[in-house]
């Protein structure tokens, strides 16, 4: 069993991005793993955090219509071998998990992200992996988007990147890598967590073990 956190922004960006949906759901039908996959609300939730935000909405608010955005983005992912409804819940996926080969989920309650949701998920399926789907593909030094010489990190601890969030303000919409509730669960339970790009074939070398491109957090 592989769980991944899809990044929304991957999918959702000014655009939806329906080559990549096609692509991805043809890797789930595929693949002889069974795949429980958590999106993310990428630019489908920041524009309607950031409408709601300036009509005055509170925190809490903003958060159930990011969570509404996620679960607009899984429906794209629903396939033959998947569930047919967005689970609300961890505990509803399991219900899914049940019936279906591959499960598709976006967020659960306010006040975490998706990444918070994939690491719950593995946690209850007893998976001892996540794997991230990101644009930017890893953690670097620096933000390899504006720096040319920004190098990527293998691997760091739980603890290394628990500080690089620390002076991170928790908001709606906020653009990190990882949230905490996701390193905290991934600490307390020794999920390790694999932050890669889009590039499926490189998504398989993380599932067979070989060598990737990306960051591992452990
Ligand atoms: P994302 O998980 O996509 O968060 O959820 P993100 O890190 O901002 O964006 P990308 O997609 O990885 O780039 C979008 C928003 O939905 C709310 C939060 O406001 C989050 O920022 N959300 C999501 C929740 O409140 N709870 C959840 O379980 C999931």
Redesign the pocket.
Known sequence: MVVISL???VISGEELNIDYIREFRSFMEHCNERVFVVV???HT??KY?HTAKELGWDQYS???I??M??HLNAKLLLTSTTNTEIPRTVDEAVVASKIYKDVVM????????????ALLLAERMGADYVINI?SVGGIYDKDPRTHKDAMLIESMSYAEAMSLLTDKKMN?????PL?MLALKIAERSNIKIYIVGTELENIKKVINNANFQGTVIK
Do not use: F, M, Y
Not at 106 to 117: I, K, L, Q, R, Y
């Open positions: 990044g929304g922004s993310g609300g990428g939730a920041r955090i903003l958060d159930k990011g969570i955005a996620t976006g967020g659960t309650e306010p006040g975490h992200t998706t990444d918070g949701v990101t709606a919409g906020l653009n990190v949230d």
